[in-house]
């Protein structure tokens, strides 16, 4: 598949202290710790594979994956990346994929996220969700994004809520997450409902100090 003409990969977005940035190869050992670390935090929310013997068997494998679809147009994998000194790379916080982008008619696509419970409850998934909304829309030219939660999970529906995402009804055995299948509430935005963008529109509804 052809990318659409008004994309490019790699694309780095940054906002503050905040990176949203594409996977290298010398960031395995890092994210693979920080994996480890929040194996218990992430389980219950992950995506698994129905079919285990199909699925990625390596980190560089995963890699591959997600390169090759920000290269081919059809999504975006972001590593949430934090500045926590002056000097250094910034930290690996947790990860944002925008995934099943389609042109044509739709101009759509999906995002999902997580990030380290180290940094929950910061203000950070709002904020890099935003960012991504606002590249999909501004620069990509897509018109709806979409995100979808299992309804036990209340932190992540703070999250699209927080950013004024619609609720458009129950998805019954929608993905296969933590080992089975799993209903999923859809939430969704589209361009014309955040005309001076989402980021803009989070930084003014945000209390001050």
């Known amino acids: ?59 560089f494998e995963m890699l591959r994956v997600l390169n090759r679809s920000g290269r081919d147009g059809t999504g975006l994998p972001w590593l949430i990346c934090l500045r926590t000194t002056v000097a250094g790379d910034p930290v690996i916080a947790g990860q944002l994929s925008v995934s099943s982008i389609v042109r044509g008619s739709a101009q759509s696509a999906s995002i999902g996220y997580w990030i380290d419970q180290a940094w929950a409850g910061r203000g950070i998934v709002p904020t890099a969700v935003a960012l991504a909304v606002d590249h999909c829309f501004a620069s990509l030219g897509l018109h709806r994004i979409e995100i979808n939660i299992r309804p036990e999970n209340a932190a992540s529906r703070r999250v699209v809520e927080k950013l004024g995402f619609r609720h458009e009804g129950l998805r019954k055995d929608f993905l296969h997450i933590d080992g089975a299948w799993r209903d999923h509430d859809s939430y969704a935005l589209t361009a014309p409902e955040v005309p001076g963008g989402l980021l803009s529109r989070l930084e003014h509804e945000r209390p001050a100090g």
């Open 1 to 59: 598949m052809a990318p659409a003409q008004n994309h490019s990969w790699p694309v780095t977005l940054e906002h503050g202290d905040l990176v949203l940035r594409p996977f290298r190869r010398w960031d395995q050992e890092e994210w693979m710790a920080l994996r480890s670390r929040n194996r218990a935090w992430l389980q219950p929310w992950d995506a698994t594979n129905p079919v285990p013997e199909t699925g990625l068997r390596s980190f």
